[in-house]
């Protein structure tokens, strides 16, 4: 029976689905019309196995490369001649450096949001994007972690931050919260790894049988481990992957809570508060569907994914984005209120400083993108459902958390309790070469990733085909 129905998949179901309202749910279907098993996986793998490259890929990977090589060449500087080279002074300590760690770590939220809780949550729309997204992660992990490591000035002793046994007993000083943030990414980049690797073992064994070249069989046979899609190996695949994202769910608290802690444990105005710890995980997940749908509109439309990735999944994340994004939106209110509430004259010019002093302009610019413009349209189906507003929206938001993370570092700590110690910041071009640096570096490392493996998870999506009924064991790896 498994054999028949298998055979009805390949050649192709006669029934007809669209990617639109459905008339008896209301709802989103997820998959559009005429999609079969052997469409699905034909159209995911021919993306990788395609011999001939895309020259759009080669321009895009080469403009990539060649921004990256601005940041090789301001850390080889920063390493010769030391961090004076960045904007940091008396009393601004803490620059470009710390404020590129908070955002990239936040823009890495939403890969583990949507592979562990929607997985959790058995929300089936997650399978279009969580493969890309579970990647983001992991490169947008790798470009903060170097940020915490070159401000310290001697990144070749940074093995000192880990309880490694020593003659010396030089320990590290657990009571920092920069020293919790080297355990909190440490695990978080761990599970994110891992939990991307096992989804995907499955495609793996279909890129391993689908392979032409002798080379990529060997290479895809090695990382699939074996793979045969028995039922021993589905029920394992399964339960390692739940076990994961049991793992990886309090990391979406934890991380970006123990990174708030940098700030909130200071006893400094505008930092000193607990309403930091939500505060900044909505942040974190606000950036980071915005980062999503920045690399999803542009893929669907290159690669003419728009019957795998749909509209449904535009519109839901961009409904987590106006959830999230309300979220933001009262904590910046919360901020306003206890500077107001605390009858402290410290916090009120804390909060009139930041608004009208001499960087108010980045307050503005934060209020802009991250209230004015996203939460005001987001209420609309059908501007969530436009590709091309939603991949405006995810821009001015991905700026507006950027200067979210410059107001809170910088704002807070140029004008502090002694007027005779206050300063300005102003970055210089080291500044900006290393955080374009490591945009360029994010995106040709994506790029290497969207062309040589499976972007969208191949076994996920061919289980969620209307009138699907055949079970993953009798599918064969190839297929």
Known sequence: ???????????????????????????????????????????????VLNPHTPMGWFAIFGIGGAVATFLLVAVTWLFLKGTGIW????PVAWGFAIINFVWWIGIGHAGTLISAILLLFKQSWRNSINRFAEAMTIFAVVCAGMFPLIHVGRPWVAFWMLPYPNTMNLWPQFRSPLLWDVFAVSTYATISVVFWYIGMVPDFGTMRDRAKSKVAQYLYGLVSLGWRGSVRHWMRYET??????????????????????????????????????PYFVAGAIYSGFAMVLTLAIPLRKAYHLENLVTDRHIDNMGKVMLATGFIVAYGYGM???MAWYSASHWEAFMMWNRMFGPMGWSYWVLVACNLVIPLTTLWSRKLRTNPAYMFFI?????????????????????????PSSWGTYRATKWDYMTYVGTL????ALFLLFVRFLPMIPMSEIRMMLPGAKIKPSAVKAGD
């Open 1 to 47: 029976m498994a054999t028949t129905e298998l055979k009805k998949h390949e050649e192709g179901h006669t029934e007809t689905h669209m990617a639109g309202i459905d008339p008896v749910t209301g709802e989103y279907r997820v998959i559009a019309e005429g999609q079969t098993f052997k469409s699905v996986t034909e159209e995911i793998s021919g993306v």
């Open 87 to 90: 904007g940091i002074t008396q």
């Open 240 to 277: 390692a992957s739940l076990l994961l994202a049991g793992l990886a769910t309090p990391l979406v608290l934890s991380v970006h809570t123990v990174i708030s802690f940098d700030f909130a444990v200071a006893v400094l105005p505008g930092w000193h508060t607990t309403i930091f710890p």
């Open 335 to 337: 901020e306003v209120f």
């Open 394 to 418: 995810s821009i001015v938001v991905n700026i507006g958390m950027w200067f979210e993370r410059f107001v809170i570092v910088v704002t807070s700590l140029y004008r502090d309790f002694l």
């Open 440 to 443: 360029g570096l994010f995106t």
